[in-house]
T-cell receptor, first 115, second 117 residues
Framework: AQTVTQSQPEMSVQEAETVTLSCTYD???????LFWYKQPPSRQMILVIR??????QNATENRFSVNFQKAAKSFSLKISDSQLGDTAMYFC????????????FGKGTKLSVKP | ETGVTQTPRHLVMGMTNKKSLKCEQH?????MYWYKQSAKKPLELMFV???????ENNSVPSRFSPECPNSSHLFLHLHTLQPEDSALYLC????????????????FGPGTRLTVL
């Protein structure tokens, strides 16, 4: 069975600085997808960034980028130029290519951006 | 309304009550999902409906009963719940996730905060 581990329950960063959230996963599959979701306080969960396992190039979305290390089964999220609106729970998630949309989530990291 | 909506947003019920959670998506999707988000635990997928047929049930207790009357609506019927069922219940929708064919993003609703007394 696949598992997703986020070892940092809480983190904080100063506005405009860079922060990296860690995620590791375990799977025997070769093809899969990895995601970072953001859940702001009392607001809906939204997808931040996605990585296909067959792509060696790390995904980037504006200030958000990932460091995908397939051999190490590591998938960290880097947030550059942190903004107050980045304050949220961040969830790392895994989905096998053959699954029926079955997202497997980590426990989340609570990120606080301080002014 | 746009996106995925859920009602009610908050619900308090006793262990002997029967209640239902409602989810509606306005995105033209044909797959819908129920997730449970408990404190200190990862989100857990409960049910998946694709083209109005249940395709996955992750060993959820029978006191939770889903219903998908059409591709836009999803219900979760609750009866004789336990205090440990208190959680945030999230609904999501996507285009049908054909096995082995790409990925279709899941869009989440705001959730129903359920408290079982």
């Amino acid at each position: 069975a696949q598992t997703v581990t986020q070892s940092q329950p809480e983190m904080s960063v100063q506005e405009a600085e860079t922060v990296t959230l860690s995620c590791t996963y375990d799977t025997s599959e070769n093809n899969y997808y990895l995601f970072w979701y953001k859940q702001p306080p009392s607001r809906q969960m939204i997808l931040v960034i996605r990585q296909e396992a067959y792509k060696q190039q790390n995904a980037t979305e504006n200030r958000f980028s990932v460091n995908f290390q397939k051999a190490a089964k590591s998938f960290s999220l880097k947030i550059s130029d942190s903004q107050l609106g980045d304050t949220a729970m961040y969830f790392c998630a895994f989905m096998g290519v053959g699954s029926q949309g079955n997202l497997i989530f980590g426990k989340g990291t609570k990120l606080s951006v301080k002014p | 309304e746009t996106g995925v909506t859920q009602t009610p947003r908050h619900l308090v019920m006793g262990m002997t009550n029967k209640k239902s959670l409602k989810c509606e998506q306005h995105l033209g999707h044909n797959a819908m999902y129920w997730y449970k988000q408990s404190a200190k635990k990862p989100l857990e997928l409960m049910f998946v409906y694709s083209l109005e047929e249940r395709v996955e049930n992750n060993s959820v207790p029978s006191r939770f009963s889903p219903e998908c009357p059409n591709s836009s609506h999803l219900f979760l019927h609750l009866h004789t719940l336990q205090p440990e069922d208190s959680a945030l219940y999230l609904c999501a929708s996507s285009q049908d996730q054909l096995a082995g064919v790409g990925y279709n993003e899941q869009f989440f609703g705001p959730g129903t905060r359920l408290t079982v007394l």
